[in-house]
T-cell receptor
Framework: AQKVTQAQTEISVVEKEDVTLDCVYE???????LFWYKQPPSGELVFLIRRNSFDEQNEISGRYSWNFQKSTSSFNFTITASQVVDSAVYFCALSEAKNYGQNFVFGPGTRLSVLP | NAGVTQTPKFRVLKTGQSMTLLCAQDMNHEYMYWYRQDPGMGLRLIHYSVGEGTTAKGEVPDGYNVSRLKKQNFLLGLESAAPSQTSVYFCASSLPPGREQYFGPGTRLTVT
């Protein structure tokens, strides 16, 4: 069965620090997709990135970067030079290619607080 | 282009009452989903639909029913609300397969 673990329940950093949010996943499928979502205090869920299992290239988008390592089943998210606006709950999610609709699983989330 | 909308935004029910939550999307997505979000548990899938006229059970379907009579709408019904159904409900839609889901703003439901 597929599973997503986000071991860090809460993280606090001071503005301008770098922070990495960990995501470890389990799946038996060879084709799968990984996602990160942000949920700011206002409550909406914002899509950040999608990765498929055949693309292990790291991705950078501004201050955000993602490190996908199949060898360790991890898809970690790093925020460089954090800002107060980055304060949110971040969710990692996994979807297996087969039975797609049923197999979209979210991790429990990591609450990031960026202090001024 | 409104994306995914949900009505109502807030609702308080008494135990045993019924209600329907409406989700609408204007992105022509085939797949639609209903999740509930409870503290410390992330999002859990209630029901989903892979196209107009189809529905299927997710991880926590008990106590809920759904209907997808039109491609753009996905309704979630609670026939007899219970305090355990107090939660924030999110609707989402996506293109298949393996594509990202786009979420509505959520409905906060309290059952007393």
């Amino acid at each position: 069965a597929q599973k997503v673990t986000q071991a860090q329940t809460e993280i606090s950093v001071v503005e301008k620090e770098d922070v990495t949010l960990d995501c470890v996943y389990e799946t038996r499928d060879t084709t799968y997709y990984l996602f990160w979502y942000k949920q700011p205090p206002s409550g909406e869920l914002v899509f950040l990135i999608r990765r498929n299992s055949f693309d292990e290239q790291n991705e950078i988008s501004g201050r955000y970067s993602w490190n996908f390592q199949k060898s360790t089943s991890s898809f970690n998210f790093t925020i460089t030079a954090s800002q107060v606006v980055d304060s949110a709950v971040y969710f990692c999610a996994l979807s297996e290619a087969k039975n797609y609709g049923q197999n979209f699983v979210f991790g429990p989330g990591t609450r990031l607080s960026v202090l001024p | 282009n409104a994306g995914v909308t949900q009505t109502p935004k807030f609702r308080v029910l008494k135990t045993g009452q019924s209600m329907t939550l409406l989700c609408a999307q204007d992105m022509n997505h085939e797949y639609m989903y209903w999740y509930r979000q409870d503290p410390g548990m992330g999002l859990r899938l209630i029901h989903y639909s892979v196209g107009e006229g189809t529905t299927a059970k997710g991880e926590v379907p008990d106590g809920y029913n759904v209907s997808r009579l039109k491609k753009q709408n996905f309704l979630l019904g609670l026939e007899s609300a219970a305090p355990s159904q107090t939660s924030v409900y999110f609707c989402a839609s996506s293109l298949p397969p393996g594509r990202e889901q786009y979420f509505g703003p959520g409905t906060r439901l309290t059952v007393t």
